[in-house]
């Protein structure tokens, strides 16, 4: 698999890294549209084609080393993977490299949950997503992507963005104090001050690529409307950056599509522009 940005190797090599990418091509729990699996390739395959000087921040991040693992192969149940990304996460964070996934469907995120909040204190896990994900289990196993949010909340306060999909019986686990729903966001802007006060010292962000609505982002296997546009995502990814200590994200559920490009490289350009938020004008 390529290297991320197709960066020169002085850029790249673990030992001298700061940032770890680990692609975990996994499909295995999806329940509508298949093909999460090929979102890591997709991904760093549009991410060779992206400009690494970024125009806002008048920086390079990519000069403080990004390494790109070989893809994590689990060919077994949700509980199988979410060990093994379990084991890999703690293995990086020892090693001090920020960890970065990249999905493969959102139950890949679990292990990661489990390692920082292992590893970090003070710790909050935010989630920008159109679905609450908050359901107990789904289809006999725990580790159902439609069963990241409960499996959060388990290990470190979940703040949720961007919800716009729910079942009834995920209403019951909804915490009104940590939901920002969509429809709430567009049309008071209270709430973006109500999530940064609820911000603690660390943070871990999941990205479920449906946060962003389709006429962007249709490359997903649950495309909801009334998503989330690109600005909107970035400004809340800054203030995040310049008010909390980011210990690492992952973008996750890209289902790339022959004929569409854009949406792969809009994940791309997503890690890179949120790698530049943490390192340049994020807290240090």
Known sequence: MK????LPKEFTSFETSKVVILPVPYDGSSTWMKGADKGPEALL???ANMEVYDIETDSEVHKIGIHTAEPMLVDGSPEDMVDAVYKEMTLLLKKKKFPIIIGGEHSVSIGAFRA???HFNDLTILQFDAHADLRDSYEGSKCNHACVMARAKEVAPIIQL???SMSVEEREDVQPERIFYAYDMRHNRTWFYDLLNKLTRNVYITIDLDVFDPSIMPSTGTPEPGGMKWYEVLEILKKVSE???IVGFDVVELKPEKENK???FLASKLIYTL??????????
């Open 116 to 118: 920082v909040a292992e």
């Open 262 to 264: 854009a949406p792969d």
């Open 45 to 47: 395959e549009a991410s």
């Open 3 to 6: 290297q991320y940005g197709d």
């Open 275 to 284: 790698l530049t938020y943490k390192y340049i004008t994020g807290i240090k």
């Open 243 to 245: 008010m909390s200590n």
């Open 162 to 164: 961007g919800i716009r």
